[in-house]
């Protein structure tokens, strides 16, 4: 977008410093917000550039990318900070990336290694797996909109045309999108799914492999090769031997005509590809099984959980040990001897100021094996060949959000306690990380040491007792055997419930607390759906003291309410399982709802695991949050702060 006249001082509130690229219509900018001090990307479009019979289409479409993206918090989407209009332009105010698109990178013949492609994959289809579930279809999936920052992350970016919820994907009478890497369905003028998007997934993740477009030639030639049924996508193994067939199956499964044949969630092709990748640099001798951690050393451990229960109030905890002697505690013959890091639970810290990484580390290395690291990547090595008992990490890291790191972290490993850092209240991140990373407790900056000892050796002695294992997926049909219980004197939850559940579960409904609580005394609920706004203060309190005596029930709570503080205090010592936002999408309820009903189920057929939802003491201030600043952690003094490049 070329811009037109001189480089303006401000583009709304913000202070531009440069050009970043320029088009027909308009100019992006690098930018500054003085508001929030961070570096932002400017996508102005100048009307008076604009072809006045097609202006308010571009504007509408200018603007349904601000509203789809906006919506949408996830490390690998450029998040959206503002939108403005005035006679003159409208404006998008979003993520700063320090990168080139995927395009780019392509033309400069750029070529992805197999361990680089199922990352690039990976990371897209975590994406679209999240813009699905929150009622968003971007339509237009390709290489040059996809962003790689020099450290590697990818970003998903320009939503102009997604499909949010009721939107409808033909303007003009004209498809919109890029024939190369659209679904044939959405050529046809039908309207999209998020097969559509796995679709042209498939397209891109067959460029990384090949090096070639899975359909070439003129636009229009590419058309009809897309839309007819009869002309198939080679097999990537056709162009680079080294592919084995499961990687093959899963991206021709991704290129299936037919929507139906496809995978029908990105998830699900995610999976699979990264099956595939794997079974690909295992044949070509790139990789080695992970090590594996002895029964022998978690029997021990386990046998040691016990002693991490007198570290609390201001005592220092006692040295765990090992061993035969270990379950006898305070009652043994002689006192506990220093034990071997090796055979210590094992606590890893991710955050990548290294004078928090120092500061954790003395305060733990007595208790615990403590692995640290600055490396999102590092840490995920870490998770996948020792078992962690507990996990710590900072928010904001530079590879990926904490949220993020957490949520990969649970997939390998679903019974490590999981903690998240932050020195800031951000209410997206809070959500995100009970929705994403199903974290145990969040910690505030700065923090009381006591506290946080208190925190983390409960977390670690959960870890510990329910071991090393993976929390298996159930059989469906026992799902019927559980009872949902809806807390909303509107009906409006009940309505969707009972539309998105019915015959899948017991559904049962309540108009306040004070209803809900006689519901629980006559029935087995399992899940607690409630709507925190309507129920107020009693609700609260209701979800505080039900999760103190019946840990096992699993809340959902659907909120409008922007108060950060709340929502530390509802994870802390209400342990939330989910929080939807208002206005709920509906796939989103569903969503929540079957993961609740599924862990629900594993936690009936392994009790041990009811202590992951252990809530905070009553008594706790929220995650250390109070604690005096000589009580505080001692940190060395901050050098002056340095402006990133990548937001």
């Known amino acids: 977008m070329s811009a037109i006249g001189p480089l303006p001082a401000k583009v709304g509130k ?11 219509m308009g100019t992006v900018y690098s930018a500054f917000d003085p508001t929030i001090q961070r570096p932002v990307a400017i996508k102005a479009l100048m009307k008076r550039a604009l072809d006045p019979d097609q202006a308010l289409n571009v504007l ?35 993520e700063l990336v320090s990168g080139k698109s995927l395009h780019q990178r392509l033309l400069e013949r750029r070529r992805y290694d197999l361990k680089q492609i199922g990352s690039i994959v990976e990371q897209l289809l975590s994406a679209l797996e999240y813009a699905h579930q929150n009622g968003v279809i971007h339509q237009d999936i390709k290489p040059a909109n996809i962003l790689v920052a020099n450290d590697g992350r990818i970003k998903v970016t320009d939503f102009g045309i997604a499909y949010v919820e009721s939107t409808r994907v033909i303007v003009n009478n004209e498809p919109l999108g890029t024939p190369h890497f659209m679904a044939p369905e959405l050529l046809n003028g039908d309207t999209a799914t998020p097969a559509s998007d796995v679709y042209s997934a498939g397209t891109v993740a067959f460029e990384l492999l090949t090096g070639q477009r899975a359909f070439s030639g003129t636009t229009a030639f590419v058309m009809r090769q897309v839309m007819d049924p009869d002309v198939a996508v080679i097999a990537p193994s056709q162009v680079d031997p080294r592919i084995v067939p499961e990687l093959d199956q899963a991206v021709l499964k991704g290129l299936a005509k037919k929507p139906a044949e496809r995978f029908q969630s990105a998830h699900e092709f995610q999976r699979a590809f990264q099956l595939g990748i794997e079974a690909t640099l295992r044949a070509v001798g790139e990789t080695q099984a992970p090590g594996e951690v002895s029964a022998e050393t978690t029997r021990n451990l386990s046998a040691a959980a016990r002693l991490l229960r ?12 090992t061993g035969p002697d270990a379950a006898n505690g305070a009652n043994g013959a002689s006192p506990a001897a220093p034990v071997s890091s090796a055979h210590k639970p094992r606590l890893l810290v991710v955050d990548d100021e290294e004078r928090i990484l120092n500061a954790l580390k003395a305060l733990f290395r007595d208790d615990f094996h403590v692995f640290a690291t600055s490396n999102c990547g590092h840490a995920l090595r870490f998770v996948e060949k020792f078992h962690m008992h507990a996990i710590i990490s900072d928010q904001r890291m ?27 209240s951000d209410l997206n ?27 983390v050796h409960e977390a670690v002695e959960i870890g510990l007792s329910v071991g090393e294992r993976r929390v298996m997926r159930v059989n469906p049909e026992a799902h019927k055997e559980l009872t949902v219980l809806v807390v909303d004197p509107s009906y409006e939850l009940l309505r969707s419930v009972k539309e998105l559940l019915s015959g899948v579960c017991e559904i049962r409904h309540a108009l306040d607390a004070d209803t809900a609580m006689n519901q629980l005394d006559q029935y ?16 609260i309190a209701l979800l505080k003291t039900l999760k103190q005596e019946r840990p096992a029930i699993l809340s959902i709570v659907v909120t409008s309410a922007s108060d950060s503080e709340l929502m530390i205090e509802l994870i802390n010592q209400a342990q939330i399982f989910r929080f939807l936002n208002k206005p709920v999408n509906q796939q989103l309820i569903k969503s929540h709802l079957l993961a609740a009903l599924e862990r629900a189920q594993a936690l009936r057929d392994a009790p041990e695991l009811v202590r992951m939802y252990k809530p905070a003491p009553s008594g706790r201030p929220p995650a250390a949050t109070t604690g005096t600043m000589a009580d505080a952690v001692s940190l060395p003094a901050l050098p002056a702060l340095q402006v990133a490049a990548v937001s």
């Open 60 to 94: 509408e479409r200018f603007k349904r990318e601000a509203q789809a993206a906006g919506r949408l918090m996830h490390p690998c989407i450029v998040q959206v900070y503002d939108y403005g209009e005035n006679d003159e332009l409208a404006f998008i105010a979003m």
């Open 14 to 24: 913000f202070e531009v410093h440069g050009i970043l690229g320029r088009g027909g």
């Open 429 to 455: 991140a809070i959500v995100g990380s009970i929705n994403e990373g199903e974290i145990f407790r969040f910690i505030n900056k700065p923090w009381s040491n006591r506290d946080l000892k208190q925190i």
């Open 524 to 539: 087995p609920v399992a899940i607690v759906l409630m709507d925190v706004e309507h129920a107020a203060a009693e609700g």
């Open 398 to 424: 530079p590879e990926m959000l904490g949220v993020e790191l957490l949520r990969r972290a649970k997939i390998t490993s679903p019974t490590s306690m999981r903690l998240l850092l932050t020195g800031y």
């Open 310 to 321: 007198e570290s609390t109030g201001n005592m220092p905890p006692r040295p765990l040990t």
